[in-house]
């Protein structure tokens, strides 16, 4: 439609103004909002090689985005206010690069490297800081390094999963290390100096935290019996806790019209199931990533035999949820540790009794055996027997390293030591057989110990254990007939 304008006399120019300020406000162009990314994409992100990499964010709907990194531009259309593409797959890089998002806005994030991302989560030897490792000073001092980048995701309990986060890339130096996860801090550097690449670790942790609270709310409520056991058993607990909330808001109130202090603080709640899951593992949902680390189980000791299922299950509800495949896992056992920190190491050990630490211990080997690509590190030589929380946090992130290069990257190292492979009842003796040998056994420090074994009566006691060839044979003078052993069952 055509519009002409006329000027007429100057006791008409009312309309001309009215009609300019109505054809002005019809030319105004609409406020367009800006495209934006996840926080995940910033500068001095790590992008994942050997893959097509999602990159997402949110736009006006209907509004054209386009991504280009390194030569490459893939573009899309928002619908209901998001976006999301695909990089192709892409080559590690030793010089970083600039992604570009283009909408109705442009966006550029320099120091871009690709390589190698994997997520470090669990509870608080996860979340251990590396400032806080033994003997650490000098590996915060010779931490910068251009090819090591850290994200550390904010603590957030959600009752709903997120979409976003509030943090972003950090290149590792003296500075930015110190309170990065000492375990996630060793296992980027030596993985990047083995395999010559860049590494980007995510970090998301939290202390104390169970492992039902890092898992989502579908999974539990699709088993029958982690709907039972954890979904209707802290659902009973929570209104249980609301009255003892109302309770003590009562008697402080009371109290404090007396001029008196309530006798004790706000009763707290315990972890509510999925909410973990919900604030910090699905918003980094679907980043490209080569695998995960894992270093909790203290919370789930007291219920292994759960934990058989429920850490195997949480694995694969990851695996679902990002939809890469079997991705690799890795987890760490559970460190020696004696709950009464007051028994010598000779009480600890004087019968070959029942662990709750023990049992979640095999509980997590067990993940191995029923799953692919999952390896585990074994720290039994690097706990502390009054400390939950043992400061010897290097060896845990080297060996955790050199599982990943076995599984995740095909490399030909010894990962682990001996791992048990089969038994085999030979009169009175118990014949263990390994793999993982790696040319032969040796008992280091004088005889073996540790092993205890047991008959059809199921009563434990210490055993003789003697090595032969690459096989280990366990007696007992109270055991005639032997059907299973244990190795390291207790506490500490």
Known sequence: MNYRLRIQSPGRSWACSSLFAALSLFATPRANADVKLNALFSDHMVLQQGMRVPVWGTADEGEKVAVAFGGKTVSTVAHNGKWTVKLPSLKSNSKPGTLVVTGNNKIELNDVLVGEV???????NMEFALRNSYQSQNDIAAAANPNIRLFTVPKLKANQPVEDIKSSWQECDPQ?????????YYFARDLQKDLGVPIGVIHTSWGGSPAEVWTSEDLLSGNPEYKRDILDTFAAQDRKHQEDVA?????????????KQPARGRPGTGWKPTELYNGMIAPLIPYAINGAIWYQGESNAGRAYQYRSLFADMIRNWRAKWQQGDFTFLEVQLAPWDKSKKRSVEEITRTAGDSDWAELREAQWLATRTLPNVGMAVITDAGDKDDIHPTRKEPVGHRLALVAEK????????????????LKVNGNEAVLSFDNVNGGLEAKDGDLKGFAIAGEDHKW???KAEIKGDKIIVTSPEVEKPVAVRYGWSDF
Request: net charge positive; proline share 4%.
């Open 118 to 124: 994997w997520i470090a989560s669990g509870q608080s």
């Open 407 to 422: 599984i995740a990257y095909h490399r030909h190292v010894v990962a682990s030591g001996p791992s048990f492979k089969k």
């Open 461 to 463: 006691v210490w055993g």
């Open 247 to 259: 309770k003590w808001e009562a008697e402080s109130a009371r109290l404090k019209a007396e001029g």
């Open 176 to 184: 930015t290390s110190p309170g990065f996860s000492a375990v996630a």
